[in-house]
């Protein structure tokens, strides 16, 4: 009864279509829309550091597999102006391969043989955004999109630039910079935030989104004039051409952030040898921005950091570290080569 069943199906797909040279079915498209049908799922909110599940499934249409010749699923993400995609995982079979920074955390859960749900282990910054899962088997398919949120919300935006000096950075430079400090590009609602609470910066910087703008709290002449406060705006520029600085975002830690005690004064080199002595590595700009914001770490000793930046934490103003605000204070990017600084270490948990 299945034989004749299958035979029928495809009895009626043939008579709807045409054959190629090959001798291949070749269906008509006279009533398919020329648009991709996607699935919007429910975001998904998930913590720094726990493991995210992005739900898929494959809905059959006939309830059997008729024409299978294996499930094959693709998870890609997309940029955060939604332009580009990336590759995620992709599944063919037997071969199953993840990309990039989810090699050894994403894989798929394959509760049954509907299932490409994709499970990503620590979950980072960079991990959050928008997903997409497209689902083959036989003449069955699906596309899904999942959003993937932060729990918490609660971070610090900070602007970057490079030891190369102020408006060094294209988009995608910027991009790689703040993921090398522990942090990503800033969203825009995410700078406002940070305006509403005093952030106040006379350089611009990109966004996650390409444009490039700037938060002032205190109006003045070189930085856009004296018209009322606000984020200043320069609106989408060339992420290949133009340079500006960035503004990174990063959240709670998920490790220890310290100053390691030394006798004496290290050079770079020395200050990332004595942190991995030490068990740790030398701390980013995001672990210092992020354990001062929300830790309320404070220290007036200056310090050694990853990208050869000397900064220190000032939580509590005070004469000599810094007398007017609260602030991450930075002395700049010193020769590497003079023991002028001790350093601060970073221990994931």
Known sequence: MIILLSMAMLALSLANGVQDQAGSAVYSTENVPDVEVITDSPSIVATRGGNLTLPCRLHRTFGFNFGSSGMRVKWTKYSQDLSQES??????????????????????????????????????????????????????????????????????????????????????????ACLDQDSVLASFEQLYDAWQEGLDWCNAGWLNDGSVQY??????????????????????????????????????????????VQPDKLTFDEAVQACQNDGAEIAKVGHMFSAWKLQGYDRCDAGWLADGSVRYPIANPRKNCSPTEAAVRMVGFPDKKYKLYGVYCYKAQ
């Open 87 to 176: 590759d995620v995982f992709v599944s063919m079979g037997f071969h199953k391969k993840a990309y990039g920074s989810f090699q050894g955390r994403a894989f798929l859960r394959e509760a049954d043989d509907n299932d490409a749900t994709l499970v990503i282990t620590n979950a980072g910054l960079d991990d959050y955004g928008k997903y997409k899962c497209e689902v083959i088997d036989g003449m069955d398919d699906n596309v899904v999109e999942v959003t993937v949120e932060f729990q918490n919300t609660k971070g610090v935006v900070y602007p970057y630039y490079p030891r190369l000096g102020r408006y060094n950075l294209n988009f995608h430079d910027g991009e790689r």
């Open 215 to 260: 938060p002032i709290t205190k109006p003045r002449e070189p930085c856009g004039g004296k018209a009322s406060a606000g984020v200043r705006n320069y609106g989408i520029r060339d992420k290949s051409n133009s340079l500006f600085d960035a503004f990174c975002f990063t959240g709670p830690l998920t490790g220890r952030f310290y100053w390691l």
